[in-house]
């Protein structure tokens, strides 16, 4: 049909329209982000197809973005030689959201009660719909670059309905005019549009044009010397590719031909890890490019699931273009980027925690909870110990708030001492009061200090540390073969008075213990329980009782 048709939004969409052009928000501007990133993820999406050898309607001579301002008609045109749409796309994009950054905004909204939405959009980023926060009309001509599509124009005012026509003479790509409200004129102004494409898009992979002038700067950060690039790039950068706001505490600018092609710059965020984050299901905040051309979004795998906290781009020319993104998923190539990266991450990590102590410290108290994740999941020894080096633990032979790590540990061990030994308690002064290290500290054994219910089973599983094994000092109290001398000590039992007092508690605790036995360690204490093997997990059973309400 010719016709121009008539559609609804979906009842989401009409939602989220409503709170965008009413919530009067201060940042009108990042409506601009919002459409150069669409126009730029359609040309990657075209660059694409081309490069798997799909053909597409003219060629790609042109990746570019136009952009056109017109104060006269109040007008700002953002056009770009992309995938483009065809009719079904326009309906299901354009009229549906479907995107989880609306989706993620308006679930905020509604459980957030009274949240500031202001504050919200900022965050998400509210797509196309953003273009209604300063235009009365929205034009979209757009036209597939698949062979034999036809050309059509969306429009709407933003207000519940929108219409589709067919449309000849469209450039293949799409063409979307804002026709801007009166109190919006400055979007038709060229500086205003050159200085906020400086804010938020610079580095956008496509050139872009504000009336025939190129506005960006489009050499990729991770291609460049990492001597070349200065901190204030990075931070822009970061922000840019991990959708954040704050800054990154390390920069990891890493290059390498061998084993595998690879240039990447990954960032430790400053700010501290959500909730969010910490769940496993996170999605992950790393591009993955190949010679400049995006292959993936948010790419799952090209970093071990405990690395998820890092944002950042991984580019290698290894990856073969043809290949789907299915099997991207867990192709040998992937899985040997992962492994090193993973090699390349933790070992910058660890250099962090020997020349900046400090600030290592801070991030292990931030981080530190991926880590322990990474020793639990991964499969082998090497692997384990290769991680545990940048755990860190409170420690007897240090103060209050100075932590340290098992290689430390080790550098300070005695000739004497085979085992490294910790101790698992609620906090400081329960771990310094405990019978279990009493005796060690009298012995001047260093014994590590962990306060949360997993340390202890990331210590189990770890087993062992550079060959000596981690054991708890509940465990090392029971081993206790020290023979007691009876005769020495000065008003104590006497042998028959123990042999009594023992067999008495095994008749009282029958059924419940084991066994019974005297021990010299002790001095403050008059007995302690030492329980076999889940020893050191009762810590934690014990306080996943306790959080059960
Ligand atoms: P998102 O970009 O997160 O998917 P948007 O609201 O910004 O959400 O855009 C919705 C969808 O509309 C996009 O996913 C895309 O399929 C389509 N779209 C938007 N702009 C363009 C464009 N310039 N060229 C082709 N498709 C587009
Ligand atoms: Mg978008």
Same mark, same amino acid.
């Given at each position: 049909?010719?016709?121009?048709?008539?559609?609804?939004?979906?009842?989401?969409?009409?939602?989220?329209?409503?709170?965008?052009?009413?919530?009067?928000?201060?940042?009108?501007?990042?409506?601009?982000?919002?459409?150069?990133?669409?126009?730029?993820?359609?040309?990657?999406?075209?660059?694409?197809?081309?490069?798997?050898?799909?053909?597409?309607?003219?060629?790609?001579?042109?990746?570019?973005?136009?952009?056109?301002?017109?104060?006269?008609?109040?007008?700002?045109?953002?056009?770009?030689?992309?995938?483009?749409?065809?009719?079904?796309?326009?309906?299901?994009?354009?009229?549906?959201?479907?995107?989880?950054?609306?989706?993620?905004?308006?679930?905020?909204?509604?459980?957030?009660?009274?949240?500031?939405?202001?504050?919200?959009?900022?965050?998400?980023?509210?797509?196309?719909?953003?273009?209604?926060?300063?235009?009365?009309?929205?034009?979209?001509?757009?036209?597939?670059?698949?062979?034999?599509?036809?050309?059509?124009?969306?429009?709407?005012?933003?207000?519940?309905?929108?219409?589709?026509?067919?449309?000849?003479?469209?450039?293949?790509?799409?063409?979307?005019?804002?026709?801007?409200?009166?109190?919006?004129?400055?979007?038709?102004?060229?500086?205003?549009?050159?200085?906020?494409?400086?804010?938020?898009?610079?580095?956008?992979?496509?050139?872009?044009?504000?009336?025939?002038?190129?506005?960006?700067?489009?050499?990729?950060?991770?291609?460049?010397?990492?001597?070349?690039?200065?901190?204030?790039?990075?931070?822009?950068?970061?922000?840019?590719?991990?959708?954040?706001?704050? +800054?990154?505490?390390?920069?990891?600018?890493?290059?390498?031909?061998?084993?595998?092609?690879?240039?990447?710059?990954?960032?430790?965020?400053?700010?501290?890890?959500?909730?969010?984050?910490?769940?496993?299901?996170?999605?992950?905040?790393?591009?993955?490019?190949?010679?400049?051309?995006?292959?993936?979004?948010?790419?799952?795998?090209?970093?071990?699931?405990?690395?998820?906290?890092?944002?950042?781009?991984?580019?290698?020319?290894?990856?073969?273009?043809?290949?789907?993104?299915?099997?991207?998923?867990?192709?040998?190539?992937?899985?040997?980027?992962?492994?090193?990266?993973?090699?390349?991450?933790?070992?910058?990590?660890?250099?962090?925690?020997?020349?900046?102590?400090?600030?290592?410290?801070?991030?292990?108290?931030?981080?530190?909870?991926?880590? +322990?994740?990474?020793?639990?999941?991964?499969?082998?020894?090497?692997?384990?110990?290769?991680?545990?080096?940048?755990?860190?633990?409170?420690?007897?032979? +240090?103060?209050?708030?100075?932590?340290?790590?098992?290689?430390?540990?080790?550098?300070?061990?005695?000739?004497?001492?085979?085992?490294?030994?910790?101790?698992?308690?609620?906090?400081?002064?329960?771990?310094?009061?405990?019978?279990?290290?009493?005796?060690?500290?009298?012995?001047?054994?260093?014994?590590?200090?962990?306060?949360?219910?997993?340390?202890?089973?990331?210590?189990?599983?770890?087993?062992?540390?550079?060959?000596?094994?981690?054991?708890?000092?509940?465990?090392?109290?029971?081993?206790?073969?020290?023979?007691?001398?009876?005769?020495?000590?000065?008003?104590?039992?006497?042998?028959?008075?123990?042999?009594?007092?023992?067999?008495?508690?095994?008749?009282?605790?029958?059924?419940?213990?084991?066994?019974?036995?005297?021990?010299?360690?002790?001095?403050?204490?008059?007995?302690?329980?030492?329980?076999?093997?889940?020893?050191?997990?009762?810590?934690?059973?014990?306080?996943?009782?306790?959080?059960?309400?």
């Amino acid at each position: 049909t010719n016709e121009p048709q008539a559609y609804e939004f979906q009842a989401e969409t009409r939602m989220l329209l409503d709170i965008v052009a009413k919530s009067l928000y201060s940042e009108k501007e990042v409506f601009v982000r919002e459409l150069i990133s669409n126009a730029s993820d359609a040309i990657e999406k075209a660059r694409y197809l081309a490069l798997q050898g799909k053909e597409l309607d003219s060629s790609e001579a042109d990746m570019k973005i136009h952009i056109t301002t017109d104060k006269y008609d109040k007008t700002l045109t953002i056009q770009d030689s992309g995938i483009g749409m065809s009719r079904e796309e326009l309906i299901d994009n354009l009229g549906t959201i479907a995107r989880s950054g609306s989706k993620a905004f308006i679930q905020q909204l509604q459980e957030g009660g009274g949240a500031d939405p202001q504050s919200i959009i900022g965050q998400f980023g509210v797509g196309f719909y953003s273009a209604f926060m300063v235009a009365e009309k929205v034009e979209v001509f757009t036209k597939s670059r698949l062979p034999g599509s036809i050309g059509y124009i969306w429009a709407s005012d933003g207000c519940g309905k929108y219409t589709v026509e067919e449309c000849q003479n469209v450039e293949p790509g799409t063409k979307i005019i804002c026709h801007l409200k009166v109190e919006n004129r400055e979007f038709a102004d060229e500086q205003t549009i050159k200085d906020v494409i400086k804010k938020y898009s610079s580095f956008i992979g496509s050139p872009i044009e504000v009336n025939g002038e190129q506005a960006n700067n489009i050499k990729p950060i991770w291609l460049m010397d990492p001597k070349e690039v200065s901190p204030d790039q990075h931070d822009e950068f970061y922000r840019y590719v991990g959708s954040a706001y704050d +800054k990154p505490r390390f920069v990891l600018h890493y290059r390498t031909d061998a084993p595998v092609d690879l240039r990447c710059v990954l960032y430790v965020p400053e700010g501290k890890p959500g909730l969010f984050d910490l769940n496993r299901d996170a999605e992950s905040s790393v591009s993955l490019y190949c010679r400049r051309v995006l292959i993936m979004n948010k790419a799952e795998n090209v970093l071990p699931k405990w690395l998820r906290f890092l944002k950042g781009v991984v580019d290698s020319e290894d990856i073969p273009l043809n290949l789907s993104r299915e099997l991207l998923q867990d192709s040998a190539l992937i899985r040997r980027l992962r492994t090193v990266i993973q090699n390349r991450v933790v070992r910058f990590l660890f250099d962090k925690s020997r020349k900046d102590a400090e600030s290592y410290s801070k991030f292990f108290t931030d981080y530190g909870i991926f880590i +322990k994740e990474g020793i639990l999941s991964s499969q082998e020894q090497v692997e384990k110990e290769e991680i545990a080096k940048l755990i860190m633990y409170d420690s007897s032979a +240090k103060p209050i708030g100075e932590k340290v790590t098992l290689p430390e540990y080790i550098g300070r061990m005695t000739d004497n001492q085979k085992d490294i030994y910790y101790l698992a308690a609620p906090s400081r002064e329960l771990a310094e009061s405990s019978p279990y290290f009493e005796a060690l500290k009298k012995r001047n054994v260093e014994v590590l200090f962990c306060y949360e219910p997993y340390d202890e089973v990331v210590l189990m599983q770890l087993q062992e540390f550079g060959n000596r094994k981690i054991i708890s000092v509940e465990k090392e109290m029971r081993q206790d073969k020290d023979a007691v001398d009876y005769e020495g000590a000065e008003g104590g039992l006497r042998r028959s008075q123990a042999n009594e007092l023992m067999d008495w508690l095994k008749t009282v605790l029958s059924g419940r213990c084991w066994g019974v036995k005297a021990t010299p360690r002790l001095e403050s204490h008059p007995c302690v329980i030492t329980v076999e093997e889940m020893g050191a997990a009762r810590h934690f059973v014990r306080t996943q009782f306790t959080q059960i309400p």
